[in-house]
């Protein structure tokens, strides 16, 4: 009963480190190249087992090696991998990465199996949903199918947390079937139209999620922490403070880490101390999956 669902993307990153980006008609010699497990979804199911959740994923790959690689990797992390379908047409989603040499990102994505996530397939798995203690979704799959799960998830009594990455426009009716939303500051201002620079424009945003009729709200505020508002508390929670390597997947560390502590029992503030470890140290480290860190990391570095 204290199991997590998470329904999300796979990807596999390809990233190219290149001296600056390509211009149109260019072509340039990088170095460093690596395919690395990404997409939300499945950095979320990662952080959440590493963690010490009880996980099972829902998603969908292609029929090719990278695929089932990366299935093989959810597994070893002891994820239940039985709503992991693999489609006969498409490939596994794929992002495209250059790393340039100042730091900086330019990513192209295209969502292949992941776009063909359906409310069909989400149905198929609702007895998953239905048993689950907490459903995780984002946005990386198509937004129906996202509906069709919270919309399973409410009728069924399992909680409904939505981290609404990468930022899009939603219905009204998907934000009501939402218990938990944790924006980062883009995706706030997006929902909200409020930008959300500080603790008293996070406070202004969050009154607008609950008027949408979401009673929590966790808007992530990148190094500064969390802001939270729930019927018990208005409250900004700070961070840890360490030299940021590599901020990818530090969202998706951080909601796989607090529903893990949730879920095992951690008390509200307790949880957002551990996720803001886990996240911590996800930003000290290079990658998406590769730098989420174990239970036993966290617990060491919260000492
Ligand atoms: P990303 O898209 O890079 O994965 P995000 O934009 O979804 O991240 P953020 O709001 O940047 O999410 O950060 C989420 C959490 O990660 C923060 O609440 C904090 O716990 C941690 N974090 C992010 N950046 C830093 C940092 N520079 N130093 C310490 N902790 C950080």
Redesign the pocket.
């Known amino acids: 009963m204290n199991r997590l669902v998470v329904l999300g993307s796979v990807n596999a990153d390809h990233v190219l480190r290149v001296p600056h980006f390509p211009r149109p008609g260019e072509t340039l010699t990088g170095h460093g190249y690596q395919v690395v497990p990404g997409g939300k979804g499945a950095n979320q199911a990662v952080a959440a087992a590493r963690l010490g959740a009880p996980v099972s994923f829902i998603a969908r790959i292609g029929d090719d090696a990278i695929g089932r690689q990366m299935q093989a990797g959810f597994a070893a992390d002891g994820i239940d991998v039985s709503a992991v379908e693999r489609d006969e047409a498409l490939p596994t989603g794929i992002a495209i990465i250059y790393v340039s040499d100042e730091g900086e990102n330019s990513i192209g994505i295209s969502a292949e199996a992941n776009g063909a996530l359906s409310p069909e397939m989400v149905k198929r798995h609702e007895s998953m949903i239905a048993d689950a203690h907490t459903l995780l979704l984002q946005l990386e799959v198509p937004l129906e199918s996202v509906f069709e799960a919270a919309r399973l998830a409410r009728a069924h009594g399992t909680r409904v947390v939505l981290?609404p990455?990468p930022a899009r426009p939603l219905s009204a009716e998907l934000l009501a079937l939402v218990d938990l939303i944790t924006p980062?500051?883009?995706e706030a201002e997006l929902l909200t139209g409020v930008p959300v620079t500080d603790e008293a424009s996070a406070r202004e945003a969050a009154a607008r999620f609950h008027q949408l009729g979401i009673q929590e709200v966790m808007i992530?505020?990148?190094?500064?922490?969390?802001y939270c508002s729930n019927p018990s508390q208005q409250v900004l929670i700070p961070?840890?403070?360490?030299t940021?390597v590599d901020?990818?997947?530090?969202?998706?560390?951080?909601n796989g880490a607090l529903l893990a502590a949730q879920l095992a029992g951690h008390d509200f503030h307790g949880a957002v101390r551990f996720?803001?470890g886990a996240?911590?140290l996800?930003?000290t480290r290079l990658g998406a999956q590769s730098s989420i860190p174990s239970e036993a990391e966290v617990e060491a570095f919260l000492l």
């Open positions: 981290n990455a980062n500051q883009t992530t505020l990148g190094a500064q922490g969390v961070g840890f403070r360490v940021a901020t990818t997947a530090a969202g998706d560390t951080f996720a803001h996240a911590a996800s930003v």
